[in-house]
């Protein structure tokens, strides 16, 4: 049986390793690729799997991209419109250009006049994204205001590959659908000071038409009904006074005294050359890099620690730790090797 293939696929390459890691998933190890494309898990019965072959019906197997290190956990941000979302956000992504990264969502709607593709929203027709929602593209999806709005996979991926820290902007119904995922994340609800005051910001915006704002506002009251009881928040903060609430924000998310040059953690690279050989010890991964029996007196040895894997398809797979040993002898079977 042809199983049907999930999450993003390795392109071809030269050759690959491959090993199994237990009875969930197979790690694929590309040869010849660039460090952030050799590293692959290829999963046959993971939960995500499971969960697949219930809602098609038929056999299905998932590949995950493997990422060293962790990323740092997304920070959800939540409130009715006009409340002051984006301004909070864009504070954070100027003081901290290194630390955060924005979750471009897929949406519906029409863009406002000084809003660019790619970089506020993937504007998108519903039809489109109607059926990237059934492929399993999304991490989460509602309808917001009569649109259509979303979080691809894909979107929050991106951010942590560049050893960032992801932000996303997303209504109430969005927080409780990831709050109930495998990602953990941080939840902030943004609350305005009245109702008054809201409608004041949101026509102060001057971005919407005068229903948009009333749909708006009526729909404001239920929001913050429910991002006030229901439970799915970290924090509530008020948005009175803008640089009070900033600082606030700043202090839920544990970054007092950080300055802007001292706050990234890159993710860090592995060099595999194409002559290698791949074999498991407990949960090590021995990489042997160059030619094998080619008579030389010591070759590298890469070690993958897969003891703590994270996330999988149909995102990324982290938390590898890696490590190598420099020249070690030959005949090595799992025991007597030294690290440096
Ligand atoms: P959201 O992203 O939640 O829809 P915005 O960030 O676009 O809201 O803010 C709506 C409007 O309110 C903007 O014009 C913004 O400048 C203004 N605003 C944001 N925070 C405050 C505040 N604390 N006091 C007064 N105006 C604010
Ligand atoms: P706006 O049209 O003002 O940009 O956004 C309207 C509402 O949609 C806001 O409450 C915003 O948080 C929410 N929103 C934006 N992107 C997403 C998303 O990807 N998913 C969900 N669930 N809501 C979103």
């Not at 390795?10 to 690729?33: Q, T």
């Not at 995500?48 to 740092?72: C, D, H, L, M, P």
């Not at 300055?259 to 860090?268: C, I, L, V």
Request: some cysteine; aromatic content about 6%.
């Amino acid at each position: 049986m042809i199983p049907t293939v999930r999450g993003e696929e390795p392109k071809p390459c030269e050759g690959h390793s491959a090993v199994a890691i237990n009875e969930d998933r197979i790690l694929v190890i590309k040869k010849g690729a660039t460090s952030d494309d050799c590293i692959w898990f290829l999963e046959v019965d993971t939960q995500y799997v499971r969960e697949q072959k219930k809602k098609v019906g038929t056999e299905i197997v998932a590949w995950s991209r493997g990422f060293i290190g962790n990323a740092q956990k997304p920070v959800v941000i939540s409130g009715p419109s006009g409340v002051g979302k984006g301004t909070l956000i864009s504070l954070l992504m100027k003081e901290f250009p290194s630390l955060f990264g924005f979750s471009v969502s897929h949406t519906t709607r029409a863009p406002r006049e000084m809003e660019k593709n790619g970089e506020h929203y993937h504007f998108t027709e519903r039809s489109v994204m109607e059926k990237e929602i059934k492929d399993g593209k999304f991490l989460e999806y509602a309808s917001v205001h009569g649109n259509l709005y979303g979080t691809s996979i894909e979107a929050v991926e991106v951010v942590s590959d560049a050893g960032k820290r992801c932000i996303l902007d997303i209504d109430v119904q969005g927080a409780k659908s990831v709050r109930a995922s495998s990602l953990e994340a941080i939840f902030i609800f943004i609350r305005p000071p009245s109702m008054k005051q809201l409608e004041e910001r949101l026509r102060a915006r001057g971005t919407e038409t005068e229903d948009q704002i009333q749909k708006r506002l009526q729909n404001a009251e239920a929001e913050i009904k429910q991002g006030t009881s229901s439970g799915i928040f970290d924090h509530i903060l008020y948005n009175d006074k803008l640089d009070e609430c900033y600082k606030n924000l700043k202090e839920r998310l544990g970054l007092d005294g950080i300055t802007a040059s001292n706050n990234q953690t890159a993710p860090r690279e592995i060099d595999l050359p194409v002559d290698h050989s791949v074999s498991k010890v407990d949960n090590k991964i021995l990489i042997k890099c160059g030619t094998p029996g080619s008579g030389k007196a010591s070759e590298n040895l890469i070690i993958l620690d897969v003891s703590s894997l994270k996330g999988g398809a149909p995102g990324r797979t982290r938390g590898l730790d890696v490590y190598a040993i420099d020249s070690f002898s030959d005949g090595l079977n799992g025991n007597g090797c030294q690290c440096r």
